[in-house]
């Protein structure tokens, strides 16, 4: 179950295209398939997991960053409202976030799904698997994160998404294929380690994603697509440097630079194969000067811009 959309505000320089900004732009076009958000406001698996809660103000803060962000004319944007999540029900939760993915991929959107903790997720996934999209494809699950998140737990968590998405695709008979760009070692106990390889997971440790490395970085991700039909891209906001990303659940000691992660998320934005992204983790109770927001606003702009540049080019 979601609630209706919220009300959009920002800066208003005149009407006309040419003055288009995002809070105007929000379900302008009905109909018209485009990027479709959807806000997960769940921090039920990040207190789970023993984080500091805050993160179920994420979406309403993406949004509002987002709102006088300008945006070209022909990029298709609606905002499919929050998913409805109630005490500690997250697995009741994540369930009805699948429903709300698995109807914005049958009326032809690209679902862009704001956590929310990490848990948001498997209910992405789990909308993706229901949608029908996936059969007879091959899946891969793209991480940019300072952590694999693959633990094993009695009840899930923002920890174990991605070990339930493996369980997931061993269910429908298909492989576990996942990479993490932005692994920080000292956030990742040796079992863990051994739990990715033991899966076959792709990683790059964010010591190998500066922005010296970029081009490196770029390359994995090219390699990586390369090998798959469908492309989930998630992304943790604590990737990111604490200094550029003060206001999430666990921020990172090095991380992975803001420009580095824009570029990725252009690439992938471009790639056809992208079917659902979500942006997880912005906690506003610690942001500074709305820092966090901001950036995760961008990271959403990007992408959402990217793939309309890819539509039109393609003549959709």
Not at 21 to 48: C, K, M, Q, Y
Not at 70 to 94: F, R, S
Not at 191 to 196: M, Q, V, Y
Not at 242 to 261: D, K, N, R, Y
């Amino acid at each position: 179950m979601s609630t209706s959309a919220p009300e959009w505000t920002g800066r208003i320089d005149g009407p006309g295209p040419e003055h288009r900004r995002w809070h105007s732009a929000i379900n302008e076009s009905p109909g018209a398939t485009g990027v479709s958000l959807i806000g997960f406001p769940s921090d039920i698996g990040v207190r789970r997991n023993g984080g500091r809660p805050g993160a179920q103000a994420g979406p309403g803060a993406i949004r509002a960053a987002l709102g006088s962000f300008a945006i070209q004319p022909e990029v298709v944007v609606h905002d499919a409202g929050d998913v409805a999540v109630a005490g500690d029900a997250l697995e009741a939760a994540q369930d009805g976030l699948a429903e709300a993915v698995a109807a914005q991929l049958g009326a032809g959107n690209l679902p862009f799904v704001l956590g929310g903790g990490h848990e948001t997720a498997y209910g992405s996934y789990l909308g993706l698997a229901r949608s029908g999209l996936l059969e007879g494809r091959r899946l891969g699950v793209l991480n940019l994160d300072a952590h694999f998140d693959l633990r094993q737990a009695d009840r899930a968590t923002s920890g174990t998404p991605f070990r339930q998405i493996a369980a997931g695709e061993a269910e429908r008979g298909a492989d576990f294929t996942y990479a993490v760009v932005g692994i920080s070692q000292p956030s990742n106990t040796a079992a863990l380690f051994t739990t990715a390889a033991e899966l076959g997971v792709r990683h790059l440790p964010d010591l190998d994603c500066q922005e010296r490395h970029v081009e490196d970085v770029v390359e994995f991700v090219r390699a990586f697509t390369a090998d798959v039909d469908a492309l989930y891209l998630s992304i943790d906001l604590d990737v990111l440097p604490a200094a550029q990303a003060p206001g999430v659940s666990a921020p990172s000691t090095l991380g992975v630079p803001a420009g580095v992660v824009i570029e990725v998320c252009r690439l992938v934005g471009n790639d056809p194969k992208l079917v659902l992204a979500d942006i997880t983790e912005l906690n506003p109770t610690y942001d500074i000067d709305n820092r966090t927001a901001r950036v995760a606003a961008r990271l959403v702009h990007t992408i959402a811009t990217s793939a309309a540049d890819r539509s039109v080019l393609e003549g959709r």
